[in-house]
């Protein structure tokens, strides 16, 4: 009996050993899910890998929402979750694939654009930080959603060097940086995963013509960058002429425009690289605020989640409504939802997801 | 003699009568101060991106002006009003390739050359506290003092401010008292779109037929 049963203990073990290999190569190989419930405004489910077939079955690929409006006209590519501690521009990014139409051009929609980034949160700016959050919806189910990292995983990717050298300015950055999407454009076909999420994303706006690029980010509560929006210098009329529009409406938000001397993020390159109007907003998120111990990311009455994807939502909208007067309507791009945005504004977010 | 002293007394009534009808004439012929002439030039000082809005506000009020990031001397060719958008961004300057001096020692020639050139100068500042500082500061300070009029999105003495805390560009009063001090007029507004009515004042805009 004691051989037999030193036997099954081992037997178990290595069935054991066998499927923590497996779920630790699952873990660390496939993309991320999350929950995310397209509407009817989704035409089609791509994947990031379709630009780059390399990514296929990275942690670096994720789902690109297709929403084809109903009239014709330009198109757009919305990015959340570039960072993905930064939370605003991911739910932002889901609400509209749930709720949201597109009644001209087409709008391509990514949630999480660094889809490695949205698997653990290192805390790199508050070590309190949470690693996911909950948002319950009109029917009183509770959905889950991870609160991820500003950079991609580190062992998704080769160890950071010391320093890292953006491509191709040469522009010398901190070691960790080779894993932030956002010094990493325009990324490289056959380099690290983050180089390869960023050419995917070059490959895509060029394949697909985009015209207008928003990059939705978030910082901390207190840091100069907060509500504010940046752009290319080539879209500087359009969003200057956003920024006058939404403080008639009460929304402050600061204008910025891409330095010509710090490379590797989106508005700079997209917009020196592609024909895209490329701009990135920053909204403002407790929860990347060190002096708050265990922030309250969604209702800090600071600035709540509700706010913040208001804020997103309701500056791209500006943006596309501006982008059409600039630049004329045949290119013009437009998606609605069946509530006004402004009713975000201190609701419940959840309330408005499926 | 009643006779003539009466004509003489009318006389000299009309006289004093026209004479001050002829004053008045020539004091209404006189330039209202605070009327400025188009085609305006709009520039930055500090690089922010007030300027480009700045621009939006013209086209707007209706305004023919131009808009050019960082002027040149030869840009200031048949212009009438130069409108100067102040305030200092590390980005702006950094992608102009200059520093705050260097910024400093342009704006000054291009401002002093618009003066002696007879062109009139509108010094704003749009951008509320996140263009304040020592940069912004040194730049508010000595521009506004070379300018014939002030606009600052911001609170005007006695009122208070009910717009976003951040977007007072005046909280500390420093507008209020360059203008004092300068005896420069000055118009505070609440929102930058606020400036096309001051524009529109200040230009003597006509609105539109039909």
Do not use: C
């Not at chain 2, 400093?104 to 509108?122: K, N, S, Y």
């Amino acid at each position: 009996m004691k051989p037999h049963a030193g036997m099954r203990l081992a037997q178990m073990g290595i069935v054991l050993l066998l499927l923590l290999a497996a779920w630790t190569i699952g873990y660390a190989d496939g993309p991320l899910s999350h929950d995310v419930r397209p509407g009817y405004g989704v035409s089609d489910i791509q994947w990031l890998s379709d630009y780059l077939p390399a990514l296929r079955g990275t942690p670096g690929d994720t789902p690109i929402y297709v929403m084809q409006g109903q009239e014709p006209g330009g198109v757009a590519l919305i990015l959340g979750g570039t960072h993905a501690n930064e939370i605003a521009g991911i739910m932002a990014a889901v609400l509209l694939v749930e709720r949201g139409s597109v009644q001209r051009g087409t709008v391509f929609v990514i949630p999480h654009a660094n889809n490695s980034a949205s698997r653990i949160n290192s805390g790199v700016y508050n070590a309190t930080s949470p690693q996911s959050f909950e948002l319950t919806n009109a029917l009183g189910e509770v959905r889950w959603f991870h609160y991820g990292d500003r950079r991609t995983q580190p062992e998704d990717q080769e160890p950071d060097p010391d320093v890292f050298v953006h491509e191709p300015s040469g522009l010398e950055l901190p070691g960790d940086e080779a894993r932030n999407l956002n010094r990493n454009h325009p990324g490289k076909a056959d380099g690290t995963l983050t180089q390869q999420i960023s050419f995917a994303l070059f490959a895509l706006v060029n394949n697909e013509n985009v015209d207008v690029l928003v990059d939705m980010h978030e910082a901390s509560l207190y840091s100069r960058l907060s509500n504010m929006l940046v752009s290319h210098p080539r879209a500087v009329d359009i969003a200057a002429f956003t920024v006058l529009d939404l403080e008639t409406e009460g929304l402050a938000l600061k204008q910025e425009v891409s330095s010509e001397e710090y490379f590797g993020l989106s508005h700079r390159e997209f917009g020196d690289r592609t024909n895209a109007f490329a701009f990135l907003i920053e909204s403002s998120n407790p929860g990347q605020e060190a002096s708050i111990e265990n922030p309250d990311v969604v209702n800090d009455p600071r600035s709540p989640l509700s706010d913040r994807v208001y804020l997103q939502l309701r500056t791209i909208e500006t943006i596309l409504a501006n982008h059409a007067l600039l630049e004329g309507s045949a290119r013009a791009i437009a998606f609605a939802f069946p509530f006004a945005v402004g009713d975000l504004l201190g609701a419940d977010l959840g309330l408005f997801l499926r | 003699m009643k006779r003539f002293e009466a004509k003489w007394a009318v006389s000299m009534m009309l006289i004093v009568v026209l004479g001050l009808m002829a004053v008045g004439q020539e004091e209404a012929a006189q330039p209202d101060p605070l009327t400025f002439e188009q085609p305006v030039l709009i520039t930055s000082i500090g690089q922010s991106a007030g300027a480009a809005q700045v621009r939006v506000v013209a086209i707007r009020a209706g305004v023919e002006a131009t808009y050019t990031q960082r002027a040149t001397l030869e840009e200031l060719e048949g212009v009438a009003t130069l409108v100067i958008v102040l305030g200092a961004s590390s980005k702006g300057l950094g992608a102009a390739g200059v520093d705050v001096d260097g910024e400093m020692a342009w704006a000054t020639e291009l401002v002093e050359t618009a003066r002696d050139q007879g062109i009139q100068v509108i010094a704003m500042h749009i951008e509320g506290g996140a263009r304040r500082g020592p940069s912004s500061d040194l730049i508010v300070t000595t521009f506004s003092a070379m300018s014939d009029y002030l606009i600052v999105k911001g609170s005007a003495p006695g009122i208070a401010w009910t717009a976003d805390e951040a977007a007072d560009g005046n909280a500390d009063g420093l507008f209020t008292t360059i203008a004092t001090d300068g005896e420069i007029p000055i118009s505070y507004i609440e929102t930058t779109l606020g400036a096309v009515d001051v524009f529109i004042e200040l230009f003597a805009i006509e609105p539109a037929e039909g």
